[in-house]
């Protein structure tokens, strides 16, 4: 009965409850789809690389290398030469690995040459493979693979021609020397996504007209260019796989102190981790402004609770009246809050849900971010109990003032 | 039913603490079981004051203030309030009820707080329907929010609401002033009916001295009560 009662009191003020509510609805929903975000972005930015040992390049920062080699972004400072990549490639400990050059572009996207073996050491999200959409691998000099994202946006299919531009953001471009697509890769949610893969060898044959990045007059035919030896004088960096795990950092050991030229090794798990601690300055940043709006829904609240009081000293004093002990007012007062909290907190969830259904198609396109939709883990239920013994006692305050008012009033209010 | 007083003040002496206001003092006043009374008190000459002391929700600093037999001042705070729940039937003037809910929760609220009452009251739900008509009032109200109802049909559900599970003692505050002289008379009527029926008995506290005729007993408060204006 008597929560029947503070949800009639509630309902009877339907409109400044129902505001307070959807403010705390709101901030809940803010705050859980900010977590969403952020874990869903830790999990995804972690898978993107996975069972690759070692992640090789010129020497500068292992964050920076970790950006160009995997993620694409930002540019290598400089190259490594064929030589050392062969070096490494002799190493008793390697047990395979994958050479990526990088510098060219198609559209908004970047063109990575590499080996056929990639398609078997790319692993991502835990040891998957990548997959084909359509179409199949690297055959023709002229071959391309290109991501799922490529694909869609901008509606390629099998066998239709590609012109690469030499650099990024170039209006060059080697359109003596068209590609074909030869497969569409199943959609990873990783940054391959948004790549065109070419042979290694096609990168060479692409850039034999050109010295020393200008195109020079002569054009030279494809078959002639089909007979010549391509192998490159240096690549943007390699993917490494040993044979044994131990003997990862005596590799990795080696390639930092190879003596003919700067090179740097990195472990992609610990480049991931000291890439996601910058990362996580803002993840705390946003943590925090989300929680801060939580707190200010349940200022907001108290607020109506404490305005509502002068016009609800008649109802307390009727209370009062009946037997109810000053303690029974704080208890209402305290179950209201709590109530509104958790209609707040349930709405909060509902909302979430609704706006992960609705943006889920949209964020995965524009950030390659994938946010799972799953039933409240744990760590939000436990969310939302904070937010609801937070709301209880914020109310504490204006249920006190309450309580002493109708110890002062007694049942005898005029009004 | 008990055979104690249902009401008796002793000698007894009392000022707000802390402000300016009254000293009220009430050399001896009691009610005998079932009687009714009427007190005539012009507004500001203390009644307020009478009826917190007598419902306990303020202990006097001397006398005794007893309600069917038990020293309120010997009762804690909370053993008080719900010695108020289990004994005395209030009515106010205006304002009775709770205006979201439902006419028969109105009721029945008392007997949320006194367990005694409650078991005094038997089924609740159909006591608070046989209360409610027999004050005259329709039994598809017993579900409406007591908010919409008129004020004499609000008045009238604060009579069931003071009866159920028959207190000794009703005490009423001008709970006729907020309605005309017509309603006023069959109001009067239903009321002593039902607090006879209960066997209650009834403090009316009232400024209008046409009322007098149906009582046991009609009292001037300056009679029994004598109020020192003190400061601060």
Redesign the interface.
């Known amino acids: 009965?008597?929560l029947?009662?503070v949800l009639?009191?509630l309902?009877?003020r339907a409109l400044t409850v129902g505001m307070t509510i959807l403010s705390i609805a709101l901030s809940v929903a803010l705050f859980l789809g900010v977590e969403k975000v952020r874990t869903g972005a830790r999990a995804s930015f972690a898978d993107t690389i996975s069972d690759t040992d070692l992640i090789v390049g010129a020497r500068s920062g292992s964050v920076q290398l970790l950006l160009y080699s995997v993620f694409r972004i930002g540019n290598a400072t400089n190259n490594v030469t064929w030589q050392s990549y062969q070096d490494i490639a002799a190493r008793d400990e390697v047990d395979w690995i994958v050479p990526m050059s990088l510098g060219d572009s198609h559209k908004q996207f970047r063109v990575m040459g590499t080996t056929p073996e990639f398609f078997e050491r790319y692993k991502y999200r835990g040891g998957r493979p990548l997959a084909f959409a359509e179409g199949a691998g690297l055959g023709d000099l002229y071959d391309a693979v290109i991501g799922a994202d490529v694909a869609q946006a901008l509606g390629y299919t099998v066998d239709a021609p590609i012109v690469v531009a030499h650099g990024l953001a170039s209006f060059t471009e080697h359109d003596d020397q068209p590609f074909r697509v030869a497969g569409i890769l199943a959609k990873t949610g990783t940054p391959v996504d948004r790549t065109v893969i070419v042979g290694l060898d096609a990168i060479e044959a692409i850039h034999v007209d050109w010295k020393s990045g200008a195109k020079s007059g002569s054009v030279t035919p494809t078959e002639v260019i089909r007979q010549m030896d391509l192998e490159p004088a240096a690549i943007t960096a390699a993917l490494v796989g040993v044979k044994s795990r131990l003997q990862v950092f005596r590799l990795q050991r080696w390639i930092n102190e190879y003596p003919q030229e700067p090179l740097l090794a990195v472990l992609p798990g610990v480049a991931l981790q000291e890439l996601w601690q910058i990362v996580g300055v803002a993840e705390t940043a946003l943590i925090g402004v989300s929680g801060m709006v939580v707190v200010t829904a349940l200022i907001g609240m108290m607020a109506m609770i404490f305005s509502s009081l002068n016009e609800r000293r008649?109802?307390m004093a009727?209370w009062?009246?009946?037997?109810?002990?000053?303690?029974?007012i704080l208890g209402l007062l305290v179950a209201e809050a709590a109530c509104m909290a958790a209609i707040g907190a349930v709405l909060g969830v509902a909302l979430l849900y609704g706006a992960l259904w609705l943006a889920r198609p949209f964020v995965d396109q524009a950030f390659g971010l994938w946010l799972p939709i799953e039933p409240p883990s744990l760590q939000e239920l436990r969310v939302l109990l904070a937010v609801i013994g937070a709301a209880a006692l914020a109310s504490l305050l204006p249920a006190l003032r309450a309580y002493r008012l109708s110890l002062a009033d007694?049942?005898?209010v005029?009004? | 039913m008990t055979t104690n007083a249902p009401l008796v003040l002793d000698r007894v002496g009392f000022r707000w603490p802390g402000r300016a206001g009254f000293r009220l003092t009430v050399p001896d006043f009691a009610m005998r079981p079932q009687e009714s009374v009427l007190l005539l008190g012009e507004s500001g000459s203390g009644k307020s004051t009478l009826l917190s002391l007598i419902c306990g929700i303020v202990v006097p600093q001397q006398g005794v203030v007893r309600v069917d037999g038990t020293d309120l001042a010997s009762l804690r705070a909370g053993a008080r309030d719900r010695f108020r729940a289990e004994r005395i039937g209030v009515i106010f003037q205006q304002f009775n009820l709770l205006p979201y809910a439902s006419v028969e929760d109105n009721v029945r609220l008392p007997l949320r707080f006194a367990p005694d009452r409650r078991g005094r009251a038997g089924d609740a739900g159909a006591e608070a329907e046989r209360l409610c008509l027999a004050l005259g009032l329709a039994p598809e109200l017993m579900s409406a929010p007591a908010g919409r109802l008129s004020v004499g049909q609000q008045q009238r559900v604060a009579v069931a609401r003071a009866l159920i599970g028959q207190p000794p003692l009703i005490v009423a505050d001008e709970p006729t002033s907020a309605l005309d002289a017509r309603t006023q008379d069959a109001f009067l009527g239903l009321l002593f009916d039902q607090v006879r029926a209960a066997g209650s008995a009834l403090l009316m506290v009232s400024h209008d001295d046409r009322l007098g005729a149906r009582f046991d007993r009609v009292l001037r408060l300056e009679d029994i009560a004598q109020t020192q204006r003190v400061a601060a």
């Open positions: 009965m008597i029947r009662l009639g009191s309902t009877a008649r109802e009727i009062r009246a009946m037997g109810a002990r000053p303690g029974v007694g049942m005898m005029k009004i």
